[in-house]
C-alpha cells in the first residue's frame, strides 16, 4: 500500500508532503516506511518493521489518520496486491 498526501503551499514555500508505504521484507515481515518533508528538498525518512501484514497495515492508517488531522490531504493512493 502506498499514500502520498500534501499540504498545499503557503506563500513561497514548496508544499509540505508525506509519504507512506509498505514493502515486504525478505524475513517474511513487513516494514512501513514514513517519508516526510518540503517538495523539491531531501526528507526524513523512518522505518518500522512488523511481524504481520495487518499490524503493519494498521500502522499505516493510524498514521495517516494522523496527517489528516494536521491539514495533509491524500494525493495519490495505490492499495496491495495480494
Known amino acids: 500500500m502506498r499514500i502520498y498526501m500534501q499540504i498545499p503551499p ?4 514548496a508544499p509540505r508532503y508525506y509519504h507512506l508505504h509498505l514493502q515486504e521484507d525478505l524475513l517474511e ?3 512501513l516506511v514514513r ?3 518540503y517538495q523539491g ?3 526524513r525518512v523512518r522505518r518500522e ?4 501484514r495487518e499490524q503493519a497495515e ?4 493510524r498514521v495517516r489518520d494522523e496527517q ?3 491539514g495533509y490531504q491524500v494525493v495519490f493512493l ?3 496486491s495480494d
Open 58 to 61: 494498521e500502522a499505516l492508517l
Open 41 to 43: 528538498s531531501s526528507g
Open 29 to 31: 515481515g513487513w516494514t
Open 68 to 70: 489528516l488531522k494536521r
Open 35 to 37: 517519508e516526510w518533508g
Open 78 to 80: 495505490q492499495a496491495l
Open 49 to 52: 518493521h512488523f511481524d504481520e
Open 10 to 13: 503557503e506563500g513561497d514555500k
